[in-house]
């Protein structure tokens, strides 16, 4: 059973930056992808990104490519969202979350078997 805990949210101006993590433990960290995703009020939950088990592989939505990245530290059992350029409608509830299987469906909620308890991010325009 893996535990999963965000941190790192808060409340930002439109074009700032933040970084969120995420620690794990009860599990081999490095034997799981690690997937990020977002929930805005009144929306479903959207798939951000995910980083494979060695941290060699990284797939981002097209709404942040480019501005968030993803990474790991295996030694730390951990999992990083920086954001950058930061926009309004990036405000939601950031939920990341562990797969065993590493499978080609990345982007599905329904891959992921552990999720943390998600951390608030607001951006102010």
């Known amino acids: 059973q893996v535990q999963l805990v965000e941190s790192g949210g808060g409340l930002v101006q439109a074009g700032g930056s933040l970084r969120l993590s995420c620690a794990a433990s009860?599990?081999?960290?490095?034997?799981?992808?690690m997937g990020w995703f977002r929930q805005a009020p009144g929306k479903e939950r959207a798939f951000v990104g995910c980083?494979?088990?060695?941290?060699?592989?990284?797939y981002y939505s097209d709404s942040v490519k480019g501005r968030f990245t993803i990474s790991r530290d295996n030694a730390k059992n951990t999992v990083y969202l920086e954001m950058n350029s930061l926009k309004p409608e990036d405000t939601a509830v950031y939920y990341c979350?562990?797969?065993?299987?590493?499978?080609?469906?990345?982007?599905?909620?329904?891959?992921?078997?552990?999720w943390g308890q998600g951390t608030q991010v607001t951006v102010s325009s």
């Open positions: 980083i494979g088990r060695s941290g060699g592989t990284t």
């Open positions: 979350a562990a797969d065993p299987r590493s499978g080609s469906a990345f982007y599905a909620g329904r891959s992921y078997d552990y």
């Open positions: 009860g599990g081999t960290f490095n034997n799981y992808s």
